[in-house]
């Protein structure tokens, strides 16, 4: 009874409570008015958009519930929890257990398609790090170090070597910082080995760019002795390089050696390279033996033709005739490792693979195969120059020895290059086996055309060296034939014709060999001389301002270059040209004498007097040169400096009666009478009947009051009276002669006959330069001619100054002026034209 409760009286019990109470999810009234289920009914499945839930564990917590007393109060109880298959947080709930609940590949109810994401909006930005941190500037100050040393090495490949070791400095200090740091932040442990390697090595690399080689060693060192780096051993052979051009070749075998104990046979080119590298530091050093066990162990190794010409050197500098035979034979069998021209040549009709042969034609691959070929066999040609005299003999034998190996090797296109070194190599023995050298060149004529273009070029050279121009010219247009576009074949036969004087068509040759070859120099030369003979000095200038472009150096254009500009009357711009000459050459004393010449034109005495001095000092046997000198001293009232450029002159040109009376006026000039008196006696003895040296005899004598004055004067008279005969018969062989010639065009009538003169005979040495003939003519000289090949390319123009003077005779010694008389037309002997030699190919 104690657990029987009883219900108070005033409560009535009425049976039917509750059946007015609803499930408020029924509730029809409110239908209208609820969002989600209008919703559901416009959409074509009736599936719900997934809502939000403010209360977990309820589907429709975000709805208020409708209750029987008409409050709309969100409550979490049992009736509120979601029917199977509800959509809940954008996901279908399974409608079985079978199925677990998770990742469903079925689109959700409710959920749009999309793939990118593109309906979340952007992405929030990333956050900064923070860089105050230990770790963060660490990770920066490497970076640098990194940029520092990429930096260095892009200065070093675009040649820069200053800057580049400045970075690597740089780049040295930050890493140094970066250690340093590490360490106060307790993280040594990592520091970054292969940073410190690359910065080192570097540093060395640049100090041995910048020839800094001590420090460079010393870095080395650094690095070699740190066990903490692998393979830093290999280092010892840029070490034995520094050695080695230091020229300590004992330390630099010692280095090589110790890198070759530190490499393991796995890497046997590198192996290979440093006992190459033993061998050449041998050859330096005099050991010919030892380089020999080097090279010997390499081509028995891995054979290379650089290694095969070193032996072949070192088999000729110990005169091992045997050995040295085969060493060319191991080195004609060398193989290269290229492909065979053939290769390239198109094989059949199919565009697309003529098309492929076309572009791999000339690509790098190919290049590098040609130079190899090319460099291989220039080791051959220079070996069997080489030992060609010492394996035989005689130099035919050895050649012929070293040829016949050749055409029984890959290499034989070579043998013919070789019979043509051979002919040329008699030229240049000095033994004048010229026949010999012909012959072989003629064997050529019936070979294939590049050999036939060789050979007749060389030929056609040879001929024209022995000015023997018709062979000359018959070679050139043989070579011409075989091949149109060989430029030394045009150049000779433009050399034919040029000097045939046939100046128009030889222009055209040497035109023809610029197209088919536009650097080559002799074809440029040959055709700016061409326009200067034709006076076309514009289009020559032009020629020799680009030759001088390509030949900076040249002192051939540089003169030419002068010599136009003194021909178009810019006497500025050619002594600019000969200024830069005497760059080039400074002791060439025509140059300097030109110099002279120029500045003595423009009225600069003194310019003149220094560059004839200069002239005068590196070659002092040049008459102009003298004759300018001396004048210059009379001029300026030094005669007795004067006297020592004459003096030259009389040893000289001693037949020259000239000279000697320049030096007794010089003593007579400068008041040393008796030696003027006793230069005068020796000039007397030497050319008894010259009129001027008796008449100095008599007036010096009579002033000095001498005895011998009669006798000279007796004598002078005689020689006076002579020399009036002499021209009293010139005169009427004259008469006589014009008489004649009158007398038959008279009576011809015409002047159809050719007239018959005889020749002007310039005066005696004896007689005054102021002589004329009896119809006051003057005999006047003027000899052009072009230079040989062996003659030199300057030349001056020469002066002569008035030698004889006339002095009233008087009781009383009078100086009279003198001064150089002007040029006149019979002075002009022997103008040259300059450097006009032209150049064979």
């Not at 691959?365 to 040609?370: G, I, N, S, T, V």
Request: aromatic share 10%; with cysteine; hydrophobic share 35%.
């Amino acid at each position: 009874m104690e657990n029987v409760h009883l219900v108070p009286e005033e409560e009535d019990d009425d049976l039917y409570t509750g059946y007015n109470d609803y499930n408020p999810t029924f509730d029809s009234e409110d239908l209208n008015n609820d969002v989600g289920f209008q919703q559901a009914v416009r959409t074509s499945h009736g599936r719900r958009p997934p809502m939000t839930a403010k209360y977990p564990g309820t589907a429709i917590g975000g709805r208020p519930i409708g209750t029987a007393y008409g409050s709309r109060v969100p409550v979490g109880t049992a009736m509120g929890r979601p029917m199977t298959g509800a959509v809940q947080d954008g996901a279908a709930r399974p409608m079985t257990a079978v199925r677990a609940a998770g990742y469903s590949s079925s689109i959700a109810r409710g959920s749009v398609f999309d793939p990118l994401g593109q309906s979340k909006g952007p992405a929030p930005p990333l956050e900064r790090q923070n860089e105050d941190t230990p770790e963060e500037k660490i990770k920066i100050l490497e970076k640098k170090v990194n940029d520092l040393i990429e930096e260095s090495c892009l200065a070093h490949a675009h040649g820069d070597l200053q800057l580049s070791l400045e970075k690597a400095k740089e780049a040295g200090r930050k890493e140094r910082a970066l250690v340093r740091q590490r360490e106060q932040t307790g993280t040594a442990d990592h520091i970054n080995l292969d940073l410190t390697y690359s910065v080192l090595f570097n540093l060395a690399n640049q100090y041995a760019s910048n020839d800094m080689y001590t420090e460079a060693l010393n870095t080395y060192q650094v690095i070699v002795k740190n066990k903490m780096f692998n393979n830093a051993g290999r280092l010892k052979v840029n070490m034995a390089n520094i050695y080695f051009k230091q020229k300590n070749y004992t330390k630099a075998i010692k280095f090589y050696r110790m890198a070759l104990d530190q490499i393991s046979n796995a890497h046997n080119a590198m192996r290979i390279k440093i006992m190459q590298n033993i061998g050449v530091v041998f050859i330096h050093m005099g050991q010919y033996s030892d380089a020999i066990t080097s090279f010997e162990y390499i081509m028995s190794e891995n054979p290379n033709i650089k290694t095969g010409f070193n032996l072949i050197l070192c088999y000729y500098a110990i005169g091992d005739r045997e050995r040295m035979k085969k060493a060319f034979q191991k080195l004609i069998c060398v193989p290269l490792g290229i492909d065979d021209e053939d290769k390239y040549i198109p094989a059949n009709d199919d565009p697309h693979a003529n098309m492929v042969i076309e572009a791999i034609k000339n690509d790098k691959l190919h290049q590098m195969e040609r130079d190899r070929k090319a460099l291989a066999e220039k080791y051959i040609m220079t070996s069997a120059k080489l030992i060609a005299p010492a394996i035989e003999s005689s130099f035919a034998a050895g050649f012929d020895w070293c040829v016949d190996m050749v055409k029984g090797s890959q290499y034989v296109e070579l043998a013919n290059d070789l019979e043509i070194n051979k002919a040329i190599t008699y030229l240049r023995q000095r033994d004048f086996k010229q026949a010999e050298a012909v012959e072989t060149l003629k064997m050529f004529e019936k070979k294939d055309s590049r050999v036939k273009s060789a050979a007749a070029t060389n030929l056609s050279f040879l001929y024209f060296l022995e000015k023997d121009y018709d062979q000359a010219d018959r070679y050139a247009e043989l070579a011409m034939s075989a091949d149109r576009y060989n430029p030394a074949a045009l150049i000779n036969k433009g050399n034919t014709v040029f000097v045939k004087e046939d100046y128009e068509k030889a222009a055209e040759f040497y035109k023809e060999a610029l197209r088919n070859d536009s650097s080559c120099t002799e074809a440029l030369y040959n055709l700016g001389l061409t326009y200067k003979r034709l006076g076309r000095l514009e289009e020559s200038l032009d020629c020799f301002l680009k030759l001088h472009a390509i030949l900076r150096n040249s002192a051939q254009v540089m003169y030419q270059l002068a010599n136009l500009y003194e021909m178009l009357e810019d006497p500025h711009q050619a002594i600019e040209w000969l200024m830069q000459l005497t760059s080039v050459t400074p002791t060439d004393a025509q140059v300097l004498a030109k110099l002279g010449d120029l500045y003595d034109n423009e009225g600069d005495k003194s310019q003149a007097f220094q560059y004839y001095y200069e002239s005068y000092r590196y070659f002092p046997s040049n008459i102009s040169v003298i004759e300018w000198l001396g004048a210059y001293y009379i001029d300026t009232q030094f005669c007795e400096k004067a006297i020592q450029y004459f003096e030259r002159a009389t040893l000289i040109q001693p037949t020259q009666v000239k000279w000697q009376l320049m030096v007794a006026s010089c003593y007579r000039r400068s008041g040393n009478y008796q030696k003027a008196l006793e230069t005068y006696k020796d000039i007397h003895r030497k050319f008894p009947e010259n009129v001027e040296c008796l008449r100095f005899l008599v007036r010096l004598c009579t002033d000095m009051g001498l005895k011998e004055v009669q006798d000279y004067a007796t004598k002078l008279k005689k020689v006076e009276k002579m020399k009036e005969i002499r021209e009293q018969r010139v005169r009427s062989g004259r008469e006589s002669s014009a008489r004649g010639r009158r007398e038959g065009s008279a009576g011809s009538g015409s002047s159809s006959s050719p007239i018959n003169t005889p020749p002007l005979r310039a005066s005696d040495s004896g007689q005054s330069n102021h002589g004329t003939s009896a119809k006051g003519e003057r005999l006047s000289i003027k000899l052009k001619t072009l230079p040989g090949s062996n003659e030199p390319y300057e030349a001056s123009t020469q002066q002569e100054i008035d030698a004889s003077y006339v002095d009233p005779l008087g009781p009383q010694m009078q100086r009279p002026k003198t001064a150089a008389r002007k040029r006149t037309e019979e002075d002009e002997f022997a103008d040259e034209e300059l450097g006009d030699d032209l150049l064979p190919e």
